[in-house]
T-cell receptor, first 115, second 110 residues
Framework: DVKVTQSSRYLVKRTGEKVFLECVQD?????MFWYRQDPGLGLRLIYFSYDVKMKEKGDIPEGYSVSREKKERFSLILESASTNQTSMYLC??????????????FGDGTRLSIL | GQQLNQSPQSMFIQEGEDVSMNCTSS?????WLWYKQDPGEGPVLLIA?????ELTSNGRLTAQFGITRKDSFLNISASIPSDVGIYFCAGHIGNTPLVFGKGTRLSVIA
């Protein structure tokens, strides 16, 4: 089974801090994704990566950056955390899109609170 | 970004009842997916549909890929308490990320 592991289930940080959320997958997937989930808004894509050192903006990249130095690891960075970034953050991975679509597999999420 | 229209937003049903939810789009997709998210967990894939008109079952769950490629349906038969959660539809086309619906929150009353 695919395993997507997020480093923390719960995290509390202060406004202005630099925050790192880590995600590791063990299935040699090319694609990795970061979403945030807020009540009533569903899943919103922040950034994704289709290869090492490659990154693409999603729908809501403002205030975030990402890093993918190794294939199995995709980090989400909040450069200067603000209270409106309090949310559930979900990481996902999938094989490359190629000729047929490969579904995404999600981690269990990190519930981040910014005080 | 593009979004899917998923309905209903929430449902309260009695245990044993059947459930139907659907997703529509203004544009076509080549793949439709249905995920379930249990409280405090990440979404888990339930069913993947790859062909227009396809009808696929997974236990008590049945999903269909609409013939127009712009919609999909998920049915749950004889609901049980562990069916509680948020159900998401998602569509995919080309070399682009999934497009998600906003979810249907299902509550089952025993």
């Amino acid at each position: 089974d695919v395993k997507v592991t997020q480093s923390s289930r719960y995290l509390v940080k202060r406004t202005g801090e630099k925050v790192f959320l880590e995600c590791v997958q063990d299935m040699d997937h090319e694609n990795m994704f970061w979403y945030r989930q807020d009540p009533g808004l569903g899943l919103r894509l922040i950034y994704f990566s289709y290869d090492v050192k490659m990154k693409e903006k999603g729908d809501i990249p403002e205030g975030y950056s990402v890093s993918r130095e190794k294939k199995e690891r995709f980090s989400l960075i909040l450069e200067s955390a603000s209270t409106n970034q309090t949310s559930m953050y979900l990481c996902a991975s999938s094989l490359s899109w190629g000729a047929s679509y490969q579904p995404q597999h999600f981690g269990d999420g990190t519930r981040l609170s910014i005080l | 970004g593009q979004q899917l229209n998923q309905s209903p937003q929430s449902m309260f049903i009695q245990e044993g009842e059947d459930v139907s939810m659907n997703c529509t789009s203004s544009s076509i997709f080549n793949t439709w997916l249905w995920y379930k998210q249990d409280p405090g967990e990440g979404p888990v894939l339930l069913i993947a549909l790859y062909k227009a008109g396809e009808l696929t079952s997974n236990g008590r769950l049945t999903a269909q890929f609409g013939i127009t490629r712009k919609d999909s349906f998920l049915n749950i038969s004889a609901s049980i308490p562990s069916d509680v959660g948020i159900y998401f539809c998602a569509g995919h086309i080309g070399n682009t990320p999934l497009v998600f619906g906003k979810g249907t929150r299902l509550s089952v009353i025993a």
